[in-house]
T-cell receptor, first 115, second 112 residues
Framework: GESVGLHLPTLSVQEGDNSIINCAYS??????FIWYKQESGKGPQFIID?????DKRQGQRVTVLLNKTVKHLSLQIAATQPGDSAVYFC??????????????FGEGTQLTVNP | DTGVSQDPRHKITKRGQNVTFRCDPI?????LYWYRQTLGQGPEFLTY????????KSRLLSDRFSAERPKGSFSTLEIQRTEQGDSAMYLC??????????FGEGSRLTVL
């Protein structure tokens, strides 16, 4: 079936470096993508989203890139800080979904920031 | 009310017992969602409500699961005759129509 997945399960970076977390999706009808951060014992927290009519969107220290040709999504975190250590999930929603904001999540990437 | 709240945060029960989780969404949000998350995996959609109407249920929601949102505000998720495979984090989220989903901290269920 359609799925959203991540290339790497873990990523370790040095504090101050930039981080790039990748995500591949297979549903060509997906039109809305979101990145969530989940710290241990907590619920997912919205980071940034992007619609399929865009290929780049920037937030505070974060940038999401969307390549619809290869169905690839990435999250870039600038100047990574220890507080960025968490599991990062990409999620997608399709215009064909009738379920409101029902999201399909990938498996997650554990980001570890070393001081 | 600054966010989605869930209760209890942790529940340990014996196999065969019934459990109920409660979710209080952000007050002005009309949509409420239940997701299940097992260790190391992303959340999986279970069901969602718009106001008091339950509009969709996932195939993951077996007959032992029932969710309600009687007055269009808080919601409950009940699991009857729990099984060890039900052990998971049960996440509630709310949104205003198709806007951003705000998740609660989750209710962790352990079935012994």
């Amino acid at each position: 079936g359609e799925s959203v997945g991540l290339h790497l399960p873990t990523l370790s970076v040095q504090e101050g470096d930039n981080s790039i977390i990748n995500c591949a999706y297979s549903n060509s009808a997906s039109d809305y993508f979101i990145w969530y951060k989940q710290e241990s014992g907590k619920g997912p927290q919205f980071i940034i989203d992007i619609r399929s009519n865009m290929d780049k969107r920037q937030g505070q220290r974060v940038t999401v890139l969307l390549n619809k040709t290869v169905k690839h999504l990435s999250l870039q975190i600038a100047a990574t800080q220890p507080g960025d250590s968490a599991v990062y999930f990409c999620a997608e929603n399709s215009a064909q979904e009738t379920s409101g904001s029902r999201l399909t999540f990938g498996e997650g990437t554990q980001l570890t920031v070393n001081p | 009310d600054t966010g989605v709240s869930q209760d209890p945060r942790h529940k340990i029960t014996k196999r065969g017992q019934n459990v109920t989780f409660r979710c209080d969404p952000i007050s002005e949000h009309n949509r409420l969602y239940w997701y299940r998350q097992t260790l190391g995996q992303g959340p999986e959609f279970l069901t969602y409500f718009q106001n008091e109407a339950q509009l969709e249920k996932s195939r993951l929601l077996s007959d032992r699961f029932s969710a309600e949102r009687p007055k269009g505000s808080f919601s409950t998720l009940e699991i009857q005759r729990t099984e060890q495979g039900d052990s998971a984090m049960y996440l509630c989220a709310s949104s205003l129509y198709t806007g951003e989903l705000f998740f609660g901290e989750g209710s962790r269920l352990t079935v012994l």
